[in-house]
Every structure is written in structure tokens, then in C-alpha cells.
């Protein structure tokens, strides 16, 4: 008997998803349960459980996404493969990323290549450095007192790679010429170093060597010309052990730094002397499947960091507010199989507040995350900067369009938006308007193969009344007038009447 129950709560899914456009409800309506970024003032899940974010992130506290964008359409692309992104702010509403990118990770034309963000739109990727026949991997890109450094990796392979820099005094236009690292010195591995109040940066590095995994820290006080290392950072008795750590300082005045390992687990190790020595490694209750992780300590003390959980398929941010000894999980990112790859997540809070997160993004494009963390009563004004942005219509923006988590509807794969939102839609073809001509309701039962039974069930739960609309008129103006009243930030209508929002 469960079967035509679960049908009939599918085929529900997909009545209530169509029925939003009609289906509003006063103030005391039931939330939806769905889990998507676009409703994370609501819940958050992990794959096994459902969590309330008023109650794991504190009252009137909310993790939103306000806009999310690839760097660049799937279609446009001039490599086959990208991989390793990071970004940096160079002013408010300015940024830059790298990434390496070629045939494949690894091969040959392997390159470094940066893409920049100003005036609301994405510049077209460009070389940044190349090795003829050598590749390159992870860049890094950090900017300090007056110039902006790019480190990277030069070398066959991660056994036997060259940690290298190149400088920029004017944003990222023009660079200095390539600087070689001392031997045995990478540079940061993959994460964003950290500058103490003395002028230290503290670089998280380590070592792949060929059976045995080992993090240690590279610390310069002269921007990169003279570097001490200290560690190792590893796990005992685990040869392959932790790599690519996340350095930040704890509000005691400790370091502390968050790894990928091998063993299941985001670990961490803390130093009590400012980073010449170093505890074990110890695995923290965050999942981690041997995948890259990023995080950033927020000017209100709080911890964010993006991470994948059982494959690198699912990414997700989960927040601390004591230092990392816990964790909360705040929004899910991606929600993949494990086919799929949403990995290596890059995370900066901007000068306005604004979080901002770069990942990779099934090998072919870099995504971008624009989100905040704040307190739902706070008059913020980098979210209400972050809503213009995504809510505006000039054609000099590029927005990402269509539903954050389209799983929600059930046949949002097969139709011609889909392709549309993920830019892989030719640009001169027209996406024709689905009209309500005839018995759609029929119709659309009928695709979807609804038996008699499946239906009854549907009319029991009391939705029947769907099967039984005749033909729809899209009334335009009652949409443009909803929309113009529409505030995502909330996700209510704010009408004459008082506020209402969607209930399914």
C-alpha cells in the first residue's frame, strides 16, 4: 500500500510547484520543508535529517544566498577542464579569480588563468602563466598592504612540483615577472594565507609525497622574499595523513588550522606560540570524503566553511561560534550523486560584509556564491546592496537565472529553462511560453503516466481539484504586480492587505 502513497505524494510535488503562481496564503501558513538555499531561513539538511536553522544558528539568525553566477557560460569556455579556484576582493564590488585550467588536470597546457568581476559582469578568462609543456596547479591569490601575490605550483606532478609567485601593483592588469620559491617551500597550498598584526603571513602548505601526507605552516614577514616552515601537522600513525590546511586565529590569540584528511574527517591542529609548534591533528565532527576544503573567519568572530560531505558531490557551509570546537551546518550548496563533482570551494568575506564562495563546478565551469550570515532584525546593509544586485535588470548584469534547488520540481530537467539557467541554450533560440490551452491538468497527468488509483489518493489528500481546471489564462499583470512585491530575503509578498507567503 505504501507505493500509491509515495505516487500520489510525487505527483503533489509537482501540482504544488506549478500551482505557486495562484497558491498564496496569509502570515500563518506552514513553511515549506524542502531544503534548498533559496528558502535557508527555513531549514537546512545533511543527507540523513532535517535541521531548523533558527534553532542550530541562534534566534533571528539566517544564512542566505542572494546570487549565484558561473564565471564564464559552459559554451564559451576555450579549455576542456578547470579546476582550483580562488578569489580576492580588490576594492568593494571588484574581484578577481584564478584557477588552473587545460585538457585535463595534469596534462601539458595545464595554465593559470584569472577571470575578473567589476561593473557587474565577468571579464573573459585569461592567461596568467603558463610553463610550455609543464603543468600548473592551484593558485592562490592574496593581497596585502599594497600589492596584490599570485602563488602557484609549476611541475609534472604534485610529487615534485615548484611553489612560484608573481606580484601585481595595479589589481591584477599587469604582473611582475615569475618568482621562484626556496626549495622546500610550496607556498600556500591551496587556501588563502592569513597576515597576524606583526605583518606575519601565515601560509598553510603541504606535502603529497608518494606514502606519506603532511601539512606544515610557511610563515614570511618580508611578503614573500625570506620564509621560515614549522610542523609537521599530521595524524599519528596515518602515513597518508592531512593536507591543504585553512589557517585562521581563534579570539584567545592561538592558530589554529583546519584540514582535508584522509581519514573521514575535517581535522585540526592548534598552536599555542604563534605557529612554531603544533598539536596532532584531531578529526572535528565534520565529514570530509579526501576533499578539498576552504573557510574564513568573519570580522564578528564566526567561522564559515564550505566542505564537501560523502562524495564530492555534495557541498555544503557549515558555521562555528566558538573557535571550531563546533559546528553547525548552515546551507547546502550542491546536492549531488556521487558522479557529480561540486569540489575545492575558495571562501572570502568581502569589505561589505558579503560572503562570497567559488568552487568548481563538474570540471567544465568555476560557480560563484554571493551569501550572508546575519541577524534576520539587522538593518544590513550589504544584503540590501546584494539583493539590488541580483534584482537588477541591466543587460550589463549577469545574474544566474532560474531556481537555486530545482529537484523541487519534478519535471524542471526536461524542460527548455533548464538548459536556459546553465547558459547552454544557444542565444538565438527563442524559449517558446507554455500556454494553458485545452485540459492542461489531464494533459499533464497523462505524461506523467497517473494511474486511476494514483489519482484517487491525490483527490483524498484533498487535490483533486487540480484534475478538474479547464483552460488557464496567464493573467500578466497580477504576476508583474507579485513580483514587484516579492522580497527573498524573507520570501513573503508584501501587500496591502499585510504580508503573505507561498505555501505548498
Not at 67 to 81: G, H, K, L, M, Y
Not at 308 to 325: E, F, P
Not at 431 to 442: E, L
Not at 476 to 493: D, I, K, N, Q, V
Request: proline share 5%; net charge neutral; with cysteine.
Amino acid at each position: 500500500m505504501l507505493k500509491p502513497y509515495l505516487l500520489a505524494l510525487d505527483c503533489l510535488l509537482g501540482l504544488s510547484a506549478v500551482a505557486l503562481s495562484f497558491n498564496i496564503s496569509g502570515p500563518h501558513s506552514v513553511h515549506s520543508n524542502f531544503s534548498s538555499p533559496h528558502n535557508s531561513t527555513n531549514y537546512c539538511t545533511n543527507r540523513h535529517s532535517r535541521i531548523k536553522s533558527s534553532d542550530v544558528l541562534g534566534d533571528n539568525t539566517i544564512f542566505t544566498v542572494a546570487n549565484q553566477d558561473f564565471t564564464f557560460p559552459a559554451d564559451t569556455r576555450p579549455f576542456n577542464n578547470c579546476h582550483a579556484s580562488t578569489i580576492v576582493e580588490i576594492e568593494e564590488s571588484h574581484f578577481l579569480i584564478a584557477y588552473f585550467a587545460g585538457t585535463v588536470e595534469g596534462a601539458p597546457d595545464v595554465k593559470i588563468w584569472l577571470q575578473r568581476y567589476k561593473d557587474g559582469y565577468w571579464s573573459s578568462p585569461v592567461v596568467a602563466d603558463e610553463q610550455p609543456s609543464v603543468p600548473m596547479w592551484n593558485p592562490v591569490l592574496f593581497k596585502v598592504l599594497n600589492q596584490l601575490i599570485l602563488f602557484y605550483k609549476v611541475g609534472s606532478g604534485v610529487q615534485n612540483w615548484t611553489g612560484c609567485l608573481r606580484r601585481s601593483f595595479d589589481g591584477g592588469r599587469t604582473w611582475t615577472e615569475r618568482e621562484q620559491l626556496p626549495g622546500g617551500i610550496l607556498g600556500p597550498i591551496k587556501n588563502k594565507p592569513i597576515l597576524l598584526d606583526d605583518g606575519q603571513i601565515i601560509c598553510g602548505s603541504s606535502v603529497e609525497s608518494w606514502s606519506a601526507w603532511g601539512a606544515w605552516v610557511e610563515v614570511t614577514s618580508d611578503l614573500g622574499k625570506t620564509w621560515r616552515k614549522y610542523g609537521p601537522i599530521y595524524i599519528p600513525d596515518e602515513d597518508m595523513s592531512v593536507i591543504q590546511p585553512v589557517p585562521y586565529k581563534t579570539e584567545n590569540g592561538n592558530l589554529r588550522v583546519l584540514l582535508r584528511s584522509v581519514i573521514g574527517r575535517v581535522c585540526m591542529s592548534e598552536s599555542l606560540d604563534r605557529g612554531h609548534t603544533w598539536s596532532h591533528a584531531e578529526p572535528t565532527q565534520l565529514p570530509n570524503p579526501n576533499s578539498g576544503i576552504d573557510g574564513v573567519k568573519l570580522s564578528d568572530g564566526r567561522l564559515v566553511l564550505a566542505y564537501n560531505t560523502d562524495s564530492r558531490g555534495i557541498l555544503k557551509v557549515a558555521v562555528s561560534y566558538n573557535g571550531g570546537d563546533s559546528w553547525v551546518d548552515a546551507i547546502v550548496l550542491e546536492d549531488g550523486t556521487s558522479d557529480m563533482e561540486f569540489s575545492y570551494p575558495a571562501v572570502i568575506q568581502a569589505t561589505d560584509g558579503s560572503i562570497h564562495i567559488t568552487y568548481t563546478y563538474k570540471r567544465t565551469q568555476i560557480k560563484i556564491i554571493n551569501c550572508a550570515l546575519f541577524a534576520s532584525k539587522q538593518k544590513s546593509q550589504a544584503f540590501q546592496t546584494m539583493l539590488v544586485m541580483a534584482s537588477s535588470s541591466s543587460s550589463q548584469r549577469r545574474c544566474f537565472q532560474g531556481p537555486l534547488y530545482d529537484t523541487v520540481f519534478c519535471l524542471q530537467a526536461k524542460h527548455i529553462s533548464a538548459q536556459v539557467f546553465r547558459h547552454e541554450r544557444p542565444s538565438d533560440v527563442a524559449a517558446k511560453a507554455r500556454r494553458a490551452d485545452g485540459n492542461v491538468w489531464r494533459e499533464w497527468a497523462y505524461e506523467m503516466e497517473i494511474c486511476q488509483g494514483t489519482a484517487n489518493y491525490v483527490a483524498q489528500m484533498g487535490f483533486g481539484v487540480f484534475f478538474k481546471l479547464g483552460n488557464l489564462r496567464n493573467d500578466h499583470s497580477l504576476l508583474h504586480a507579485l513580483l514587484e512585491r516579492f522580497r527573498p530575503e524573507t520570501h513573503t509578498f508584501h501587500l496591502p492587505v499585510g504580508e503573505a507567503m507561498i505555501s505548498l
